[in-house]
């Protein structure tokens, strides 16, 4: 979650292009008592979203709620708990790894990252903390790629170092630990970290602490070249000169460890729970992750622990993260009482007004 430049409202996290969205003819909405299935309808037929789901956890109560469709060329409706990419809802499984390391006493979240990745970083009072609560003052590497053409993308992928060392080329924003400023390239570096420290690549160390004992079967971080998005998945659609074109397949290893996870609804409801609870982290390093310093996410009160956002909604405060990457916009998480709530749009960069009421449609899931 972040706000985007000065206009007030909640934008995809870890969006790798802000390009103009298209806009849709938008049908009357059907009537319906259920407040998810409006706000839903809303994101559909009012904003021209290609389709919505959301899917509720309440204890072992499991629902789901869809509008619009899942392809626009067939028809088919938005599959039940299909595959998607969840953008930087990556963030929260990296700072999970990183934590895990520092209950293991392998990583310090206060040492500076140059402990663990000499030379990487030009300031050396960067630390670990500073990386995972976007405070370090790294300029945001995903503002330099190519906004004119999605379709450079598609194939391109990229190497770590390779995302870092384009950040580099800025000036940092501010000093270490003085601001806050959402950075994509902030969880490039902790991806590194976790990886030069465990000596393990990444996808396998989110596989072996997080989604192996949690039994989230649907979800992993690709790798180099792994272009395809399982089946069953809705399509996942930016516009480009007007159209809505198909970018479901692509090499997200230019998100990676900011970005690049696939995984399902249920799955995430699943981990949020488990994470929020307890069953992830030792209770210092929770605490640690929901330690917030004001952030800049378009609602007032809202917060950034370490990989975990938190915002206030009409019937307490909501833990977890947006995420948007070619393709998908999400939002999941967990509100009072427990209750998980995941809510996908298959299109980013979503079109005006979609963020505002994909909050509502979370808002609505989780208070109602």
Not at 168 to 189: D, E, Q, R
Not at 204 to 210: F, V
Not at 211 to 231: F, K, M, S, V
Not at 357 to 365: G, I, R, S, V
């Amino acid at each position: 979650m972040r706000k985007s430049s000065p206009g007030k409202r909640i934008v995809a996290v870890g969006t790798l292009v802000a390009l103009l969205a298209a806009t849709t003819a938008a049908p009357a909405l059907a009537a319906t008592a259920d407040p998810v299935q409006q706000h839903l309808d809303v994101l559909t037929a009012q904003d021209g979203v290609p389709g919505a789901e959301a899917v509720l956890q309440d204890g072992r109560r499991t629902r789901v709620v869809r509008s619009g469709t899942g392809d626009i060329t067939t028809g088919k409706p938005f599959p039940r708990n299909g595959s998607y990419r969840a953008g930087s809802v990556t963030k929260t499984f990296v700072a999970a790894v990183v934590l895990q390391l520092v209950a293991e006493g392998r990583v310090r979240l206060d040492a500076p990252v140059s402990r663990y990745l000499p030379g990487l970083l030009p300031d050396r009072r960067i630390t670990v903390r500073q990386l995972l609560q976007h405070t370090s003052g790294l300029y945001n590497y995903t503002d330099d790629l190519d906004r004119s053409d999605p379709e450079t993308l598609r194939h391109r992928g990229a190497e770590p170092a390779e995302l870092v060392a384009m950040a580099l080329k800025h000036p940092a924003l501010f000093p270490p630990g003085t601001s806050w400023s959402y950075s994509n390239t902030n969880y490039i570096v902790a991806g590194m970290l976790a990886e030069r420290v465990t000596g393990r690549a990444l996808s396998d160390e989110i596989a072996r602490r997080i989604t192996r004992p949690l039994g989230l079967h649907d979800t992993y971080l690709p790798r180099r070249g792994d272009e395809r998005l399982p089946a069953p998945h809705a399509t996942g659609y930016v516009p480009i000169a007007g159209k809505l074109v198909d970018f479901s397949d692509f090499d997200a290893t230019i998100a990676w460890a900011a970005g690049g996870l696939v995984s399902t609804p249920a799955d995430l409801n699943r981990f949020y729970a488990a994470l929020l609870s307890g069953r992830l982290l030792r209770p210092a390093e929770l605490a640690e992750m929901q330690r917030t310093v004001p952030a800049d996410l378009g609602v007032p009160g809202a917060g950034y622990g370490l990989g975990l956002g938190t915002i206030p909604m009409s019937c307490g405060r909501f833990w977890g993260h947006q995420g948007g990457i070619i393709g998908f916009t999400n939002l999941a998480g967990v509100g009072p009482d427990d209750r998980g709530a995941t809510v996908v749009l298959n299109q980013n960069p979503p079109p005006a007004g979609a963020n505002q009421h994909l909050l509502a449609a979370t808002e609505a899931a989780v208070c109602s």
